[in-house]
């Protein structure tokens, strides 16, 4: 089946820095693959769609500049948290869909979670 | 909008009794997946359903579609501690194109 790799799994990072996270879709090709903010306890929050060769597209109320995203292969996606805060530490997921696994069926990457200190 | 509503939002039961959670729409559905996220990992497919009053079975969890194509359900038949975890639905709007994720049902199971 397909699989997505999300890399890193963990960051600790210190507040102000910048933060890259990986989604590679590993044995497919994913020409748009999602990116998602999750809280504790609480449901999948989409962040941005990210498509390949183009822009990202942005949901109402996410910083482009803060989130930039870059989809330069069909199997690539990252997410770069810039200049962190430690609002923004969470758990960041990605997810992809294939083609012909069905409309809209997603398979999601393990997750990175965040801290900023 | 498109707005999702996932009840309950959370379900204590007792190993072998039976869980059921709902998805409703307050627009009709191209489809809907449903996805289990354990603690700490991450959701995982599960089904997708596409059909109007379209019901599958995976073992001991039956799901439906409504006959609007506007709600859909879960249901576990004797649970296993092994169900534990969150279970989200995911509605694609017709419309709209676009999809938005429930806000999941947690369910623990007492051995």
């Known amino acids: 089946g397909a699989v997505v790799s999300q890399h890193p799994s963990r960051v600790i990072c210190k507040s102000g820095t910048s933060v890259k996270i990986e989604c590679r879709s590993l044995?497919?090709?994913?020409?748009?693959m999602f990116w998602y903010r999750q809280f504790p306890k609480k449901s999948l929050m989409l962040m941005a769609t990210?498509?390949?060769?183009?822009?990202?597209?942005?949901e109402q109320g996410v910083e482009k500049d803060k989130f930039l995203i870059n989809h330069a292969s069909l199997t690539l996606s990252t997410l770069t948290v810039t200049s962190a805060h430690p609002e923004d530490s969470s758990f960041y997921i990605c997810?992809?869909?294939?083609?012909?696994?069905?409309?809209?069926?997603?398979?999601f990457g393990a997750g990175s979670r965040l801290t900023v200190l | 909008g498109q707005q999702v509503m996932q009840i309950p939002q959370y379900q204590h039961v007792q190993e072998g009794e039976d869980f059921t959670t709902y998805c409703n729409s307050s627009?009709?559905?191209?489809?809907i997946q449903w996805y289990k996220q354990r603690p700490g990992g991450h959701p995982v497919f599960l089904i997708q359903?596409?059909?109007?009053?379209e019901v599958k079975k995976q073992k001991r969890l039956t799901f439906q579609f409504g006959e609007a194509k506007k709600n859909s359900s879960l249901h576990i038949t004797a649970t296993q501690t092994t169900d534990v975890g969150t279970y989200f639905c995911?509605?694609?709007?017709?419309?709209?194109?676009?999809?938005?994720f429930g806000d999941g049902t947690t369910l623990t199971v007492k051995p």
């Open positions: 997810s992809a869909s294939q083609a012909g696994s069905g409309a809209n069926v997603l398979t």
């Open positions: 044995d497919f090709q994913a020409t748009t």
């Open positions: 990210s498509n390949e060769g183009s822009k990202a597209t942005y």
């Open positions: 627009t009709t559905l191209s489809n």
């Open positions: 359903l596409v059909k109007s009053g």
């Open positions: 995911e509605p694609l709007d017709t419309n709209a194109g676009k999809s938005t």
